[in-house]
């Protein structure tokens, strides 16, 4: 499908040090979500974004931190990087804000050291 | 917020056999219920989801219930092929319009399928 892309792929960083991840949307599709996949574990709702402004949050610390643009893409950032935060960070996207239907990207997988 | 629990977490059936996956959540007001396949090392895929007015929803050989009352859901796989082999997850959310609830995930099964 021609469907939620995510970049980059893979990424490795060291504590303290800040990393942006990238998400575009299904065309057509207005809503983002991002998730945070823990490995053995199910996805953790981190954000929801709508037209360019937050919708939902889940239980982050204020590190965490994203944004939408006019083309729907979005960008989630993580300051001062931890050993926890690695973690296959998944994009999903959905038609409209309070849609129920989620579309997953391939994930970014962020390795800190 | 919402808890959804899983089990088994690990599952192992003879090919042909069924599989059953059973969710339960804590939150009543939650009214979406779909499963994810997740494939080692590839993003999740819905394969069915179900919302909280209907009891059951069937797709060929995947079929899920919902029971509202006991707050507990299942996923039902016949006549299943060894491309079955993957991790499933069963999420719910409030859809309630406008809302922007994120899923709430539980923490899977590795179906297993054996020759």
């Known amino acids: 499908d021609a469907g939620v892309t995510q970049s980059p792929t893979h990424l490795i960083k060291t504590r303290g040090q800040h990393v942006t991840l990238r998400c575009s949307p299904i065309s057509g599709h207005k809503s983002v979500s991002w998730y945070q996949q823990v490995l053995g574990q199910g996805p953790q709702f981190i954000f929801q974004?709508?037209?360019?402004?937050?919708?939902g949050r889940g239980n982050f610390p204020d590190r965490f931190s994203a944004r939408q643009f006019p083309n729907y893409s979005s960008e989630l950032n993580v300051n001062a990087l931890l050993l926890g935060d690695s973690a296959l960070y998944l994009c999903?996207?959905?038609?409209?804000?309070?849609?129920?239907?989620?579309?997953f990207g391939p994930g970014t997988r962020l390795t800190v050291l | 917020g919402e808890n959804v629990e899983q089990h088994p977490s690990t599952l192992s059936v003879q090919e042909g056999d069924s599989a059953v996956i059973k969710c339960t959540y804590s939150?009543?007001?939650?009214?979406?219920f779909p499963w994810y396949k997740q494939e080692l090392g590839k993003r999740p895929q819905l394969i069915i989801d179900i919302r909280s007015n209907v009891g059951e929803k069937k797709d060929q050989r995947i079929a899920v219930t919902l029971n509202k009352t006991a707050k507990h859901f299942s996923l039902h796989i016949t006549e299943t092929q060894p491309e079955d082999s993957a991790v499933y997850f069963c999420?719910?959310?409030?859809?309630?319009?406008?809302?922007?609830?994120?899923?709430?995930f539980g923490k899977g099964t590795h179906l297993i399928i054996q020759p």
């Open positions: 999420a719910a959310s409030e859809r309630s319009g406008g809302g922007a609830d994120g899923l709430t």
């Open positions: 939150d009543s007001a939650s009214n979406y």
């Open positions: 999903a996207s959905s038609p409209e804000v309070g849609t129920d239907t989620q579309y």
């Open positions: 974004y709508y037209e360019k402004e937050e919708r």
